[in-house]
């Protein structure tokens, strides 16, 4: 049985959209899903050449809210990356908080190393389920 992870973070359009990537990127059997606390409605052109370099199409995502993806419920995790308060409770096993900072105003070399971070904890957390 497939297992569903939710990732969050404040606009949906840079870590939690490449967390997701990941996720679908390094495992057939998970289900992941991302969305924001206050969507941009858009993803950062930024995290699409990013993502390009490790042959992802993030382009194809849509930048979503929490209620697109509630219908998803209960996930096996839910992991919130910075959207602290506005992270309203989603039915899950298991929750964590990711510190990672956003990186929508960061050089291309701090993005990418914000995005090899969330590469690696999405590794680590897919391991553990």
Known sequence: MKKKVLFVCIENSNR???AEAFARMADKNIEAYSAGSKPSGKINPKAIASMKMVGYDLSKHESKSLDNVKKY???DAVVTMGCGDACP???AKEFMDWNIPDPKNM???AFDTVRDE?????KDLLASL
């Not at 969330?118 to 999405?122: E, G, L, P, S, T």
């Open 16 to 18: 939690s959209q490449m």
């Open 73 to 75: 419920a209960p996930f």
């Open 89 to 91: 409770w989603m039915p």
């Open 107 to 109: 050089d291309e070399k």
């Open 118 to 122: 969330i590469k690696d904890k999405v």
